[in-house]
């Protein structure tokens, strides 16, 4: 059931968002010269895909956790991208395809090792990954794996309907701050 909320609410998004998607792409344009941020990530069952969203840090920048970043490293329109959730407006691409969810455990890189173990032990990795969830609503990062992983678990054995849209209006509404940056976000 998820999976119909995800294509049809993505698809709208989508559409409803063009106009703010032109407009971010092209401030992006002038702000880095590459608008658009594409970086493996782990998947369902640690199958891999290409997640998109608007470039908020330098070109230059080391592909670490955003915890791992640093602060100098993010743009001012980044910053705005970041605190606004803007940025990750392009994932709705990613949902549509069926490589993530609007709802659940947020997508980590491939040298997170530790996050990986800890949602392998967990069965973390058996879900489809989410633009947002219970760890993000809490303000819950990559930079505590083993309190990450236990908080995915808990969300994907409890997630019904009525949660799934709660999580996605928590998010909408400002609540979290997702993967924050030390010192800038």
């Avoid at 743009?75 to 993530?100: A, I």
């Avoid at 997630?159 to 924050?180: E, N, P």
Wanted: proline share 5%; net charge positive; charged share 25%.
């Amino acid at each position: 059931m998820n999976r119909l909320f995800d294509i049809a609410l993505s698809l709208f998004g989508l559409i409803i968002t063009s106009p703010i998607l032109l407009v971010l792409m092209f401030i992006g344009f002038l702000d880095t010269r590459s608008p658009i941020f594409r970086q493996e990530r782990v998947g369902k069952n640690k199958k891999a895909f290409t997640l998109i969203k608007f470039r908020t840090m330098r070109k230059d920048t080391a592909s670490v956790a955003s915890h791992l970043a640093s602060a100098d490293s993010i743009t001012p329109f980044g910053h705005f991208l970041r605190r606004t959730k803007l940025d990750e407006l392009p994932q709705l691409w990613n949902v549509l395809k069926g490589e993530m969810s609007l709802v659940g455990p947020r997508p980590c890189l491939f040298n997170q090792q530790e996050l990986i173990d800890e949602r392998e032990l967990r069965g973390v990795l058996s879900a489809r990954p989410g633009i947002t969830g219970l760890a993000q609503v809490n303000d819950i990062d990559m930079s505590t794996p083993r309190l990450l992983a236990e908080t995915d678990q808990k969300m994907l054995e409890n997630l019904t309907i009525g949660a799934y849209f709660r999580y996605i209006f928590m998010t909408v509404a400002g609540k979290g701050s997702g993967d924050r940056v030390p010192g800038r976000d």
